[in-house]
């Protein structure tokens, strides 16, 4: 089990940094929300209730006294339902996660977190005008609406952040637009929501968006007409069929679909998710790798010609190797003690284009720096022998967009991982 080790610094440029274990690559987060039909309205059979392990919720509501063990912000199990416990059953998000975890490597773990209220408009997930939207719904709304503590994009974006701490996300799934049909703005709106998720949570610019389409017959049909026009908003927009699906839930509207169609329908999300991500869904390597022991001097220690540096980092070491104690170039830095060394990391800063990191170790060793995007994408890296005292490595931002990034900073056994959102 990985150690945490926090910390908080404040310094210019708006970098603000924040410590704890590295999020696994191999566990991969998908955002899921809606109305009515991403709540699931399918009544949850036996069959529904047995989940492979690697299928994990992040309980996102207020109250989960209808699912054991669900607390706001806890990993459970995906044992439905996977929204809320206000009327919430089975719905397309659990099957899509099951054929994800069915149909991807072993080693890959697969977290979904659902937002979902019925009857609401795009409106409701308008992060500057959901207030407005949210005070004038009937009570029955209202009640669900407070499920998410009355803000439910502001509530997905909090689990986002927390999921975030743990594994990387991958895509989003979207069933919504029913209560929408007749309006025309639609798409633009459902962008602007994707778009404001990207940024708050310091996204790439590949994100999937998968939106399904409603039941083609019943009184909210026309609401395909929107969806088919949410790919012209984004490349990263597709479009989910449900074509076949025609049974309805006898809600006397044809509204909602059957427990088996709801099945079939994650499956259909599943299938296509795989299919835009490719390779991108393949298991990676852990984002903290380790390290072989550091030899003790630098006499044994690999010659400089050895080290592994990308282009976009490089370090300097102190010339007066035995000259500095650690309690004089610690300030503000993080010590973790082990058996062998000690590894710290001073007060990072920027310098013109350069990210200085100060570095103090107490042996001589190699010295690894990483920097991940939040999607597990290494985006600079360098491994480079470290005298005894400080050291000092620079990582270039040129190509470093402005977003979330996870700094790895290891040497040995001893590893610190910090949490980097960075403002150009």
Not at 106 to 127: R, T
Not at 164 to 180: A, L, M, N, P, S
Not at 298 to 315: L, N, Y
Request: glycine fraction near 10%; aromatic fraction near 8%; hydrophobic fraction near 35%.
């Amino acid at each position: 089990m990985k150690v945490s080790h926090i910390v908080s610094l404040f310094f210019g440029f708006g970098l603000a940094v924040s410590s704890f274990a590295a999020p696994d690559p191999n566990f991969h987060i998908y955002l899921a929300f809606g109305q009515s039909n991403m709540e699931g309205q399918g009544d949850i059979g036996s069959q529904d209730k047995s989940v492979d392990e690697r299928f994990q919720l992040l309980w996102s509501a207020d109250a989960g006294s209808c699912n054991q063990g669900a607390s706001k912000g806890k990993w459970i199990k995906a044992v439905p339902p996977l929204a809320h416990c206000q009327g919430a059953k089975l719905g397309p998000a659990d099957y899509f996660g099951r054929t994800m975890v069915e149909k991807t490597d072993p080693q890959i773990k697969v977290g979904i977190i659902v937002v979902a209220v019925a009857g609401c408009s795009i409106d409701l997930f308008d992060k500057n005008g959901y207030a407005n939207y949210a005070r004038s719904q009937q009570s029955w709304m209202t009640q669900r609406i407070n499920t998410y503590g009355g803000n439910p994009y502001g509530r997905m974006i909090e689990m986002a952040k927390k999921a975030q701490e743990e594994g990387v996300i991958k895509g989003i799934i979207f069933h919504q637009g029913e209560t929408d049909a007749g309006n025309g703005q639609w798409p633009s709106k459902v962008k602007n929501v994707y778009d404001n998720i990207i940024k708050d949570l310091g996204l790439g610019s590949d994100i999937p968006f998968l939106a399904g389409e409603v039941l083609r017959s019943g009184v909210s049909s026309g609401a395909n007409n929107n969806i088919a026009k949410l790919p012209q908003q984004s490349k990263n927009f597709y479009v989910v069929s449900s074509e076949g699906f025609n049974q309805a839930l006898g809600d006397g509207q044809n509204v909602h679909f059957t427990s088996q169609e709801y099945r079939d329908f994650g499956k259909r999300y599943g299938e296509k998710m795989i299919e835009v991500l490719g390779d991108k869904i393949k298991p990676a390597a852990s984002a903290v790798s380790s390290s072989s022991e550091a030899p003790a001097s630098s006499a044994t220690a690999p010659a400089s010609s050895e080290r592994v540096a990308s282009s976009s980092s490089r370090s300097h070491r102190s010339s007066n190797s035995h000259g500095f104690g650690l309690s004089s170039s610690t300030t503000g830095g993080i010590v973790i003690p082990n058996a062998t060394h000690v590894l710290s990391v001073g007060k990072v800063a920027f310098d013109g284009n350069m990210l200085q990191v100060p570095l103090t170790v107490m042996r001589t060793g190699v010295v690894h720096v990483r920097l991940y995007s939040v999607l597990g994408n290494e985006v600079a890296s360098i491994a480079d022998v470290m005298n005894r005292g400080a050291n000092s490595v620079q990582i270039s931002r040129k190509n470093i967009p402005s977003g979330v990034y996870m700094m790895s900073v290891q040497m040995g056994s001893s590893s610190i991982t910090k949490r980097i959102e960075l403002n150009r």
